[in-house]
């Protein structure tokens, strides 16, 4: 799959275009266009399906990337190593520009919570955006584990960016024997067997299970297509209930307003109605070989 991120003006958002079919038409990405949650989070419009798009997501809205038209020449965004560095450092060599238009946030006023079972996902009033997110497998190498990460200008690529997917062989097998991931390998994410990881080399982060629940997290509330402002606490989720979660809370105003704010974005000050040089981003994570 061939994939191109073009600059996009003010307010367009982020919008997937198929150039591989007739007319090359657009997927936005937003909440209302989620037609598939199972594994990963497919979007739809008009028939036009885009799949996999949260690891691309959850990067744009981690560097701070609001506005971008993807070009994808097939139906689903390129897996890669399963995390989101490579479209992290791809963005990082194109460069972001900042825009004369202010960034939209919704920010919660009142908590809010969807429980489904033992799990769930809660959003409770904060002036910028935290994640806590907790899970639970029965595997040595996994077991119980939880985070607790804040949006800044760095801490996507530092903390976030190169945590794996992951998941079990009795899964991957049975999946496959269904017709799906055909092309998943170890190169794809990490994969346990029942006492360990089938991949060498070990983890990129000893925690990097949870941290790509963060990720994954972070790609579906991308779909807003507004940034919260809040702290978002997770337990035991996945696509499934992150999409749930975000359609109720954006159905109850009560729990929200929206502002255009006017807020520093990745350490660069705001200057409002100015145009800005391509800004080349520091980084301070170099990341692990793939
Ligand atoms: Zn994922």
Redesign the pocket.
């Known amino acids: 799959v061939g994939l191109r991120l073009q600059p996009a003006p003010p307010d367009f958002g982020v919008r997937f275009q198929r150039r591989d079919l007739a007319q090359a038409p657009v997927v936005r990405a937003h909440h209302d266009c989620v037609v598939h949650t199972a594994y990963?989070t497919t979007l739809a419009e008009n028939g036009v399906t885009v799949a996999i798009t949260?690891?691309l997501l959850a990067a744009l809205l981690g560097v701070g990337v609001d506005n971008v038209l993807v070009e994808l020449d097939g139906s689903e965004i390129p897996i890669f190593d399963?995390s989101a560095s490579h479209f992290v450092n791809l963005i990082r060599k194109a460069g972001i520009r900042q825009q004369p238009a202010l960034r939209r946030h919704l920010k919660v006023t009142r908590p809010f919570a969807l429980h489904d079972g033992d799990s769930y996902v809660s959003i409770s009033p904060g002036d910028s955006l935290k994640v806590s997110y907790t899970i639970d497998f029965p595997h040595p190498l996994v077991g119980r584990q939880t985070t607790v990460w804040h949006l800044d200008a760095f801490s996507f690529a530092r903390d976030i960016a190169a945590a794996r997917?992951f998941g079990f062989l009795k899964d991957l097998k049975r999946m496959q024997e269904n017709g799906g991931l055909r092309g998943g390998s170890l190169e794809n994410g990490i994969v346990f067997d029942e006492r360990g990881m089938l991949n060498g080399g070990g983890f990129r982060y000893p925690d990097e299970c949870v941290r790509?629940k963060v990720?994954?997290l972070l790609?579906d509330m991308a779909l807003a297509g507004v940034h919260l402002l809040g702290h978002v606490e997770a337990r035991k989720a996945g696509h499934t209930l992150h999409h749930r979660f975000l359609q109720e809370l954006i159905r109850q105003p009560k729990h929200y307003e929206l502002m255009d704010s006017a807020r520093p974005v990745l350490g660069i000050p705001h200057a409002r109605f100015v145009k800005q040089p391509l800004v080349h981003l520091p980084w301070r994570y170099d990341f692990p070989p793939l």
């Open positions: 990963a949260e690891h399963g997917t790509h990720l994954d790609g």
